[in-house]
């Protein structure tokens, strides 16, 4: 059997220690490293990733809001999350109106209405003039009611019925001039009447 030289022995074990230790360190710098890589993110929030677009809208919040204006949004935020940029509602607002939930959509306005006030207690609508009297607008042959007709000059609650008979059974007046069909509207009454009628 052949002896072996023990410096050549040394030599290899050298060698193999040497690749062993470039192998270690080849791996070491393939894995991430604390430096490297991002901290995990906390449950429940999500991670977008930075420089994909599309990830943020422009909307414009106008209408009955205390901070209207142009906000950039998230891609995913909702109408309420554009409410609260701007300020959250106004009292008048008239929220109903909105539909919170939807989402927002690039380059869209979102108008947030003001409710209308009703009359104030004690004030009363202004008061149309009877039909047929000074300043009152003329009635309408094809959608006046009894009461309505009834207070014409010259018009009994009989002959208003008939108005009304005489409109169901025809369609409707095509003009003033068929009052003069109706039985009871002579050549004086239908002078009277026509200043205050139209169709």
């Given at each position: 059997?052949?002896?072996?030289?023990?410096?050549?022995?040394?030599?290899?074990?050298?060698?193999?220690?040497?690749?062993?230790?470039?192998?270690?360190?080849?791996?070491?710098?393939?894995?991430?490293?604390?430096?490297?890589?991002?901290?995990?993110?906390?449950?429940?929030?999500?991670?977008?990733?930075?420089?994909?677009?599309?990830?943020?809208?422009?909307?414009?919040?106008?209408?009955?809001?205390?901070?209207?204006?142009?906000?950039?949004?998230p891609s995913s935020a909702r109408v309420e999350d554009a409410l609260k940029r701007a300020g959250g509602a106004t009292r008048r607002a008239d929220l109903s109106q909105v539909n919170r939930a939807a989402k927002v959509e690039d380059g869209r306005q979102i108008l947030v209405p003001a409710r209308v006030r009703p009359p104030a207690a004690g004030v009363?609508?202004?008061?149309?003039?009877?039909?047929?009297?000074?300043?009152?607008?003329?009635?309408?042959?094809?959608?006046?009611?009894?009461?309505?007709?009834?207070?014409?000059?010259?018009?009994?609650?009989?002959?208003?019925?008939?108005?009304?008979?005489?409109?169901?059974?025809?369609?409707?007046?095509?003009?003033?001039?068929?009052?003069?069909?109706?039985?009871?509207?002579?050549?004086?009454?239908?002078?009277?009447?026509?200043?205050?009628?139209?169709?």
């Amino acid at each position: 059997m052949l002896e072996r030289d023990p410096r050549r022995l040394a030599a290899w074990a050298a060698a193999a220690l040497i690749l062993i230790l470039l192998a270690a360190w080849y791996v070491a710098r393939s894995r991430p490293g604390d430096e490297g890589s991002a901290a995990p993110a906390p449950a429940g929030i999500e991670v977008r990733p930075q420089g994909t677009g599309g990830g943020r809208v422009v909307v414009d919040v106008a209408g009955a809001v205390n901070q209207p204006g142009v906000y950039r949004l998230p891609s995913s935020a909702r109408v309420e999350d554009a409410l609260k940029r701007a300020g959250g509602a106004t009292r008048r607002a008239d929220l109903s109106q909105v539909n919170r939930a939807a989402k927002v959509e690039d380059g869209r306005q979102i108008l947030v209405p003001a409710r209308v006030r009703p009359p104030a207690a004690g004030v009363a609508a202004p008061a149309q003039a009877p039909p047929g009297s000074p300043g009152a607008q003329p009635v309408n042959l094809n959608t006046a009611t009894l009461e309505q007709l009834d207070q014409l000059d010259g018009v009994g609650p009989s002959t208003a019925q008939k108005i009304l008979d005489y409109r169901q059974e025809h369609g409707g007046f095509g003009s003033v001039d068929e009052l003069d069909q109706i039985a009871g509207i002579g050549e004086k009454r239908m002078a009277a009447l026509r200043e205050h009628v139209r169709v």
